[in-house]
């Protein structure tokens, strides 16, 4: 039986992880570290980061984990099932190799691991395929849990619902029936196709870290601002990554 931890490191600033997630770096003792390419050096760096500020022992060792691309036809699903299935294989036979009998081995998941991450499905697949893995999962802070703090406000109205979706997804009627909607994952600055609703946006880029930026107000009155802003930043950087929550604003009283 081989183990492993998924540890949620949250977005971006080493100060988030939790008492538990500090106590599960002390226990591994080998990391496998995702390698996607140039511009997500400062992701893998920051993994690195934190496990020299937590890890007080030496002993441990890193090994990169080639990350496959998904090939990007008309079928997306399709496209996610073959590139989950090239990555569990990837997994399986790393673990195989580079986890000797009674050793732990740990992924650092971005934010927490069970939002719009596949890891946990990853995972499941390895168990479908016979591979002997014991996991436990160590929750994270969130990009929507930093969002929200950031902009002071709360994730949902009184007793209401939240919709959580990509910028894919998100549509005219999620607006009508949502009043409060969390959107990750939008490259294609999906809240354009909501401008026409009375609605407050609460955006953020880079949460979490030092190059952190916020905008809010009425959807109508940021749009351009949020379209230009993201546009410089992501040129700037090479990469973005950002999140907003939609709000349905009140009817005055
Ligand atoms: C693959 S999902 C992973 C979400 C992650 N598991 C979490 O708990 O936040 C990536 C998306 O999360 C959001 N995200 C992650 N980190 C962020 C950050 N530091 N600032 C803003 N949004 C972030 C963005 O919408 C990004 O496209």
Known sequence: MRRLLVIGIGVGNPAHLTVEAIEALNEADVFFLPDKGSEKAGLRQLRLDICERYIRETGHRFV????????KTESYLADVDDWHQAIAEGYERLFLDE?????????????????YDSTL?????????GVDLDYRVI????????????????????????????????????????????????GELAFRRLEGEDLDIYWGAYLGTADEVLVSGRLADVADEIEALRARLREAKGWI???????RREPAR
């Open 64 to 71: 990169n984990v080639g990350m496959p691309k998904r090939a």
């Open 99 to 115: 986890l000797r009998e009674g050793e732990v081995g740990a992924l650092l998941v971005w934010g927490d691991p069970s939002l």
């Open 121 to 129: 499905r990853i995972l499941g697949r390895l168990g479908e395929r």
């Open 139 to 186: 929750p994270g802070i969130s990009s929507v849990q930093v969002l929200t703090a950031r902009h002071g406000i709360a994730l949902n109205g009184i007793g209401e619902p939240v919709l959580l979706t990509t910028g894919r997804r998100l549509s005219v009627d999620d607006g009508r029936a949502f009043a409060s909607i969390v959107v990750l994952l939008d």
């Open 241 to 247: 990554m950002d999140s907003y929550l939609l709000r």
